[in-house]
């Protein structure tokens, strides 16, 4: 069954103790049981209302019992509909927003910086693991390309993409080459090569620029033949995170198997990047919990995630800590700096 039909197969009564339970989980990591239930939220019902209603939580796949005695605890499936149907973003503070806009705001204008520094900040306030992603600048549109004499045999290329990033690369040519020369080659890249992504342009550039009857031969062969990575951008597709400590400090962490694997988990950077990206290019708030396979190391850990946008490219920005994360206060964060972080880059 879908998690909008299960939703709506809930009674008014089912929603408000799934919701109140959950609430108290996220904030005390302890199975919660009806008299907890009873005494520590309004619901308005006996303790023995509450139990029976648990019990039919738990026959639909909401919550979980993990021992005999204890009290409930949500499913993956329960965090679904909590996120998606039961929650209530809290409003940032204003100092909070300053501490935001301060932080993204750095006195460097590299992007790679002001993403580290943005993935220490997201980590900070929400006392989990930040993350950030830079975007992938293949898909970057090209929107000029210059070349500039610096010295004898020395020639800079300026690539400018539609974003606003710009890329200088220095050139050895074999000979000083006439003004003219280096115009008509400036001209003729641009003319063939502006308007396609720098992917398409790696992919295609030795059959775009054949034939070409005006430039310089040798300076034109040297943006099909020459030094590797001419089109890729610096901090391409790259990642940050930090917060590591946050998550060891978590309550759920605290099993050295449970430990163990969060460890072996950060150490594979590639796992977390593939992670991070696959849920982060979409409208929004994308909110990614547990695992299908309970046996996998992701299992524990829930993933809230946004994407920024720089020019026509896009990165993420997100969140990474136990499914018992505050979701309320988390969503408004994280939406909040891809916001920020989109003006921020645009300026």
């Known amino acids: 069954m879908g998690v909008e039909m299960s939703f709506e197969n809930l009674g008014s009564?089912?929603?408000?103790?799934?919701?109140?339970?959950?609430?108290?989980?996220?904030?005390?990591?302890?199975?919660?049981?009806s008299r907890t239930l009873s005494k520590e939220h309004e619901i308005g019902l006996s303790s023995a209302s509450i139990r029976n209603t648990l019990k039919d939580l738990e026959e639909m796949g909401f919550i979980t019992q993990p021992h005999t005695s204890a009290g409930r605890v949500p499913t993956n499936f329960g965090y679904r509909i909590y996120v998606e149907y039961l929650l209530t973003p809290e409003k940032l503070s204003?100092?909070?927003k300053d501490f935001i806009i301060e932080n993204i705001t750095t006195e460097y204008t590299e992007i790679d910086h002001i993403l580290?520094?943005?993935?220490?900040?997201?980590?900070?306030?929400?006392?989990?693991?930040?993350?950030?992603?830079?975007?992938?600048?293949n898909k970057a549109m090209l929107t000029r390309l210059e070349l500039i004499p610096v010295a004898e045999k020395k020639l800079m290329v300026v690539l400018v993409v539609k974003s606003g990033s710009v890329k200088s690369i220095l050139f050895e040519v074999e000979s000083n080459l006439p003004d003219m020369a280096i115009s008509e080659t400036a001209q003729v890249l641009n003319e063939r090569l502006c308007g396609l992504s720098l992917g398409e342009i790696k992919k295609t550039i030795r059959k775009r620029i054949?034939?070409?009857k005006t430039g310089d031969p040798k300076l034109i062969k040297l943006f099909v033949e020459g030094p590797e990575g001419i089109w890729d951008f610096p901090g391409d597709d790259k990642m940050h995170?930090?917060?590591?400590?946050?998550?060891?400090?978590?309550?759920e962490?605290?099993?050295?198997?449970?430990?163990?694997?969060?460890?072996?988990?950060?150490e594979d950077r590639q796992v977390i990047h593939q992670l991070v990206a696959n849920?982060?290019?979409?409208?929004?708030?994308?909110?990614?919990?547990?695992?299908q396979?309970?046996?996998?190391?992701?299992n524990q850990l829930s993933l809230l995630t946004s994407k920024y946008n720089l020019g026509d490219v896009k990165g993420v920005v997100g969140i990474i800590g136990p499914k018992r994360m505050k979701y309320a206060r988390l969503v408004s964060l994280v939406d909040y700096t891809a916001k920020k972080l989109s003006q921020i880059l645009s300026e």
């Open 13 to 33: 009564r089912e929603k408000s103790i799934l919701k109140a339970l959950i609430n108290h989980y996220i904030s005390t990591a302890e199975p919660v049981g």
């Open 94 to 96: 204003e100092s909070e």
């Open 116 to 137: 580290e520094q943005t993935s220490r900040m997201l980590s900070s306030l929400s006392k989990q693991l930040g993350v950030t992603i830079s975007p992938k600048f």
């Open 210 to 212: 054949q034939n070409v």
């Open 241 to 251: 995170f930090s917060g590591a400590s946050n998550l060891f400090q978590q309550p």
């Open 253 to 266: 962490f605290q099993n050295p198997r449970d430990l163990a694997d969060v460890v072996e988990l950060l």
């Open 279 to 291: 849920t982060g290019i979409s409208e929004g708030i994308t909110i990614s919990i547990g695992h």
């Open 293 to 298: 396979d309970e046996k996998s190391k992701t």
